[in-house]
């Protein structure tokens, strides 16, 4: 199976702050990387889609990037309503895998 | 609206049985690829089980290989995962998740997950 890393665990950040975290496949995964926001108590929103697809009704200040084994999330400028826990997940292989998740909390 | 809902979930003994079920509204179910993927208690999401359209196709993940069983009746708009053998591990919120395929008209299809219900929660403890 395709194991996905997350880095950092967690983080703290401020409003108005850039945030960026990476994603890494144990292979090649091309660009089959999806990213998730997660809000405690509720389902996981898909943000990013294929490396880098803004998913309909995301806002711009989410980008993502990368190819290969190496993938980023960046917040542009973090909003109050952005802390949450941010998943990315691989569908190169029919039985996906998710990352460990980061931890987006108020500094 | 597009609507996934999940019910079936509660308390169950170590080694006993729980059929979950997911009902779809919105969208025509039988399209798409449909997963079910979980979260125990303070953990991350753990995918479990994917079934292709007409149900000819099924993976799962190796812990719950042999022990869980998806299934999908189109004519109802509902996907199942049946699950035996609970272990106390088993325990977690599980979601059901549409799979959608994209871009439109790309000469590779990237599959991701676009709609999920709001969960029902399966405790196995004695």
């Known amino acids: 199976d395709i194991q996905m890393t997350q880095s950092p665990s967690s983080l703290s950040a401020s409003v108005g702050d850039r945030v960026t975290i990476t994603c890494r496949a144990s292979?090649?995964?091309?660009?089959?990387l999806n990213w998730y926001q997660q809000k405690p108590g509720k389902a996981p929103k898909l943000l990013i889609y294929a490396a880098s697809s803004l998913q309909s009704g995301v806002p711009s200040r989410f980008s993502g990037s990368g190819s290969g084994t190496d993938f980023t999330l960046t917040i542009s400028s973090l909003q109050p309503e952005d802390f949450a826990t941010y998943y990315c997940?691989?569908?190169?292989?029919?039985?996906?895998?998710f990352g460990p998740g980061t931890k987006v909390d108020i500094k | 609206e597009v609507q996934l809902v999940e019910s079936g979930g509660g308390l169950v003994q170590p080694g006993g049985s729980l059929r979950l079920s997911c009902a779809a509204s919105g969208f025509t179910f039988s399209s798409y690829w449909m997963s079910w993927v979980r979260q125990a208690p303070g953990k991350g999401l753990e995918w479990v089980a994917n079934i292709k359209q007409d149900g000819s196709e099924k993976y799962y993940v190796d812990s719950v290989k042999g022990r869980f069983t998806i299934s999908r009746d189109n004519a109802k708009n509902s996907l199942y995962l049946q699950m035996n053998s609970l272990r106390a591990e088993d325990t977690a919120v599980y979601y059901c998740?549409?799979?959608?395929?994209?871009?439109?008209?790309?000469?590779?299809?990237?599959?991701?997950?676009?709609?999920w219900g709001k969960g029902t929660t399966v405790t196995v403890s004695s």
């Open positions: 292979q090649s995964i091309s660009s089959y």
């Open positions: 998740a549409r799979e959608e395929c994209g871009p439109t008209g790309g000469l590779v299809s990237y599959y991701y997950m676009d709609v």
């Open positions: 997940q691989q569908s190169y292989s029919t039985r996906f895998t």
